[in-house]
């Protein structure tokens, strides 16, 4: 599914839950602070991007 068809799914709690992913490390992180699929898979999304960049900076690749 593309991003824009899975935005027009997003509740407002899944809007809320990925602005707070997005301000909070991926350690944190929790895939059900989101109530759909979708946000559940936003969420991962931002989880797994920033996970990749730790280990890119730390010199994992």
Request: proline share 2%.
């Amino acid at each position: 599914m593309h991003w824009w068809e899975r935005e027009k799914l997003l509740t407002p709690k899944d809007k809320e839950a990925i602005e707070k992913a997005k301000h909070t490390c991926w350690e944190e992180i929790e895939e059900d602070w989101a109530e759909t699929e979708a946000g559940r898979y936003e969420i991962h999304s931002i989880m797994m991007r920033k996970y990749h960049r730790d280990e890119h900076l730390a010199g994992m690749e």
